[in-house]
């Protein structure tokens, strides 16, 4: 997922990702101090963006049955 702030100044981006599969499943991220686990069901990543930043987040995911 790539995220970008196509503001000229600097503004704070909240994404949050609905996990379906609840605890049967394990995220591995690539940048993961910016992703937050608010429930077993709910992922928020937060961070502030600098004008016109554009940065990628990339996990993998490992279902467990």
């Given amino acids: ?5 196509h503001k000229s100044i600097e503004a704070e ?3 949050e990702i609905n996990n379906y599969r609840g605890d049967n499943v ?3 991220w690539t940048n993961p101090q ?4 608010v429930s ?3 992922l928020r990543i937060k961070r502030v ?3 016109n ?3 990628s987040f990339i996990w993998a995911e490992d279902y467990r049955p």
């Fill in 1 to 5: 997922m790539t995220i970008s702030n």
């Fill in 13 to 15: 981006i909240v994404v």
């Fill in 26 to 28: 394990r995220f591995t």
């Fill in 53 to 55: 930043e554009k940065v």
């Fill in 40 to 42: 077993a069901t709910l």
């Fill in 34 to 37: 910016s992703v937050e686990r």
């Fill in 49 to 51: 963006f600098a004008a």
